[in-house]
């Protein structure tokens, strides 16, 4: 307690900040003297004597609402403890100027939620987002979809302090130019999300903004956006070449290809990287991207006075803990050669893998089974509709026992038979630090779902959940299945159940080419 108090408040605020526990926090200053606290902190220790403020609302972060700004005391307490935050969350508050009162002035604002037409009609919404960009830092902003986007993208340039911008929403051609110049004009956004629901395109203009954004970028998603052929290369160079990218998402098309296409390598820093729903044109060119992006987990990395930097490359490893390779059909690529490159160069980084609905077959699942135990601290693994029959789904299985970080295997959706259904008991009774796996929508027969049955049976002192249902079993065959996991007391760890109007289905190429 002596230390307590020749301690100064800032330092009793430097040490609240390393407490995540919001319940610990407050336990610890209703022990504290009170001029140990500070204003800020003895702010927000009356906050939360009041009593009507959930402490989760309070620490480690500060969300406001209506509610909490409902007296004058109440406010005052809000703005001095507001000090304590570089933003606060912000639901169902849309009076600017309460706000400006209600808060520190080095405070910024993050809006969980947009304004509806009910909170600020539309008459009101030019000049409500006028005044709260002059009068307020805002962080982040939802695009209230009730109004027109050319509303909020002409704001936009005075948000100078919006760090994440997303954007659902069909956007005019003049629309998206408005978007892509307040991107390459911004300083502050390093997070967007856009998923145009009608299709938009990069222009050079629009390229050449985006590319300016990309020097702050950290995180980027983007989906109903598409890209010239002549455009393509200079799209992937600019992303590579991002220096603070650590999340990349590309979905539905051009944008993906241009990138496994003309990557020359992987940026070092890049963490989450997900390209889905690319259509090739054909297999050569398929074979041919594949190829070029497996080589770019290898390939040193490239400066920007554009000399190689193989120490880099051998003295830093890629950082990519998540990697998402799927809907892309690569069942007519030999994809072995690509797994044990990307395998490799993500030995000891890669944590979640999914590549699902690519078709890859019995060859692909061999080859990513040789490849799995490479992978050393990989968690999840994803192969949904890839496909895969008893022979490589027994070598995925039976990989399994080298991969002593593995918790989830998701295989639903793939023609894995009685012979399957063997290897996967056989690991689930071995497997201790297995936590999840999917085998629902699979050939496994009765036989084989009573056989993993008894296999959960016995491991009781360390459960796994499992989902082993299918529309291969008989309604006869389904209650023996039922019966016997009530039995072996493993009903409430396993799922059988299954729906004919479940979207995600097991269907060969062969016939849904004929469905075409």
């Not at 309070?58 to 409902?70: D, E, I, M, T, Y």
């Not at 998206?176 to 390093?190: E, P, W």
Request: glycine share 6%; proline share 7%; with cysteine.
């Amino acid at each position: 307690m002596v230390c307590c108090r020749i301690l100064a408040p800032e330092f009793i605020e430097a040490i609240a900040a390393y407490i995540s526990s919001a319940d610990v926090l407050f336990a610890w200053l209703q022990v504290l003297p009170p001029d140990a606290l500070g204003r800020p902190l003895e702010s927000l220790l009356a906050l939360h004597a009041v009593g009507d403020t959930p402490t989760s609302r309070l620490w480690p972060h500060f969300v406001l609402n209506r509610p909490a700004l409902s007296s004058h005391d109440k406010i005052a307490c809000v703005r001095h403890a507001s000090a304590l935050f570089p933003f606060v969350y912000v639901s169902s508050v849309w009076d600017v100027s309460l706000l400006r009162r209600a808060l520190h002035p080095h405070t910024a604002v993050s809006f969980t939620n947009p304004p509806s037409t009910d909170d600020v009609t539309p008459e009101r919404i030019e000049s409500w987002l006028d005044g709260l960009a002059t009068a307020i830092p805002v962080v982040f902003l939802p695009h209230p979809r009730a109004f027109p986007p050319r509303v909020y993208l002409d704001v936009l340039p005075r948000l100078v302090h919006l760090q994440s911008l997303q954007l659902q929403v069909a956007l005019q051609p003049a629309e998206q130019d408005l978007l892509m110049d307040a991107l390459g004009a911004s300083t502050s956004i390093a997070s967007l999300t856009l998923n145009l629901s009608s299709l938009g395109e990069f222009t050079r203009r629009r390229l050449d903004a985006f590319t300016q954004w990309l020097k702050q970028g950290k995180t980027l998603d983007l989906r109903g956006l598409s890209i010239s052929d002549t455009l393509a290369p200079c799209f992937a160079r600019a992303v590579i070449q991002a220096p603070a990218l650590s999340t990349l998402i590309l979905r539905d098309g051009s944008l993906a290809l241009a990138l496994l296409a003309h990557a020359t390598h992987i940026p070092a820093q890049l963490i989450h990287l997900t390209l889905a729903g690319t259509t090739f044109p054909s297999a050569d060119a398929a074979s041919a991207a594949m190829s070029n992006f497996s080589h770019a987990f290898v390939r040193p990395r490239t400066n920007t006075s554009g000399a190689s930097d193989s120490f880099f490359a051998l003295s830093g490893p890629l950082s990519v803990t998540e990697l998402n390779l799927n809907d892309m059909d690569l069942g007519g690529v030999n994809v072995a050669p690509h797994l044990t490159h990307m395998a490799v160069c993500t030995a000891h980084s890669l944590m979640e893998l999914d590549m699902s609905d690519n078709w890859i077959g019995d060859a692909g699942a061999l080859a990513l089974a040789a490849a799995l135990p490479s992978l050393h601290v990989l968690r999840t693994v994803t192969l949904s509709r890839n496909e895969i029959e008893d022979a490589g789904g027994r070598a995925l299985l039976a990989a399994i026992p080298a991969c002593p970080s593995l918790e989830t295997v998701v295989l639903g959706s793939n023609e894995i038979g009685r012979a399957g259904a063997n290897v996967a008991a056989d690991v689930v009774s071995r497997c201790l630090h297995l936590r999840y796996m999917e085998l629902p929508d699979n050939p496994l027969t009765k036989d084989g779902v009573v056989a993993i049955l008894h296999a959960l049976a016995a491991r009781r002192d360390m459960p796994m959940a499992m989902e082993l249902g299918g529309p291969d079993l008989t309604s006869e065959e389904h209650g023996e299945c039922v019966r016997c996991a009530r039995t072996l007391g493993v009903y409430g760890d396993v799922s059988l159940s299954w729906s004919y109007m479940n979207p995600i289905r097991r269907v060969p190429r062969s016939r849904l080419a004929l469905s075409m």
